[in-house]
């Protein structure tokens, strides 16, 4: 099994492998082939195939993504909401969107994450008895039911709305995921294929069960991580690095907080090509790359060992060595703990593949393993017969069985 340094080579010269996807999906397979990957090669025949999977990634993004009009009838029960809560509760209160309905990542079944801040007194236990108070203040408002308070170290208040049946939930002075949002929505802006491989990427985990901290996976969000850092890695890359990037205007400020940078490049699309030329320079098919980050993280064991760091504000190869040793020596032992490392891209001293232990992490590598296989023997007729379900990129026995 290659490694991520050898992954990272390109070649000059030599054989190509003999299927498009595999020569430069997975960050320059051309260099050195597994007997794993051999097999890919001849067992995965011919366009057609790629092109049914493509189609079949396609049509699973348009059904579950969220439109336009989703996303502006979300705003307009936000906005409600906000109206609300300032009126009975408190005119200071600040209420802010983060997660899957502002990341440009949501779909119509995502729930509407919100901040509150800006709360009267500033001490812990004061704060402590005002969201209470405003869990009071929910539950006497007709636009919601099922208002739940969930007492743990980041306060929530989880409920539904009733018209739209959309699952709420309320966090206390939880600032750091917004900035997240903002970085991932600039990131959904540059190429919608990076948005097709989220969405699937979701499906798949959520499918087979392998997500969520609290049963000893990973989050949504981490998964996001993965496809980008992907994305960026690639021979010929489909997203730059927007942390690297450094804006024309001069004015552009690096904020700090907690003494951490918040800075990343935002200016348009039009703006990015001038100062990275691989814009859209890559043309392969969301199946291509599919199957691409499929074989890449199921056939490197730098990622798997825990010997490479997962980031998407550097291009290239950052070792666990030198994010722990160097960069970073006072790290908390998140990054000492298990074998899977994602980092923030904000927060650098959060590990956000620590809550993986020795049984839940090989489980994920085989979920990616099986799922590959299945997408390899993908045709129209065998998409056409099952009316191109999703289940089609799910493996054939689930986690349970595998």
Known sequence: MPSVSHLLCRFSSGSYPKIIYLQSAAISLKCKLSDNHKEVVETFEGKENCDALNELCLRYYKK?????????????????????????????????????????FGSKDSDVDVCLSNLPNTKQNKQRKHFEQIVRCLKKCKQFNDVEYIHSRVPIIKCIHKKSSLHFEFSLNNEWPIYNSKLLHRYSKIDERCLVLVHLIKYLVKQCNVVGPFHGYMSSYAYT?????????????????????????????????????????????QELKSIWPKFNQNRMSCGELWMGMLHFYTNTDDFINGNCVITIRQHGFLSSKEKIYQQYPSLSRLWHKGRFRIEDPFELHRNLGSSLNSKTLPLIVKVFKESLKRCQSLTHEICEEEDWSPTLLLPTNRISSL
């Open 64 to 104: 579950v993504a969220l439109s336009r009009a989703h996303y502006i009838n979300r705003q307009m029960i936000f906005q409600n909401i906000k109206k609300y809560l300032k009126k009975t509760f408190h005119p200071s209160l600040t209420l802010k969107l983060f997660g899957s309905s502002v990341n440009g």
């Open 225 to 269: 991580i993965m496809v980008l850092f992907y994305l960026q890695q690639i021979d010929t890359p489909v997203l730059p690095v927007l942390q690297e990037l450094k804006a024309n205007d001069t004015k552009a400020q690096v904020q700090m907080v907690d003494g951490y940078s918040t800075y990343y490049f935002k200016q348009s699309n």
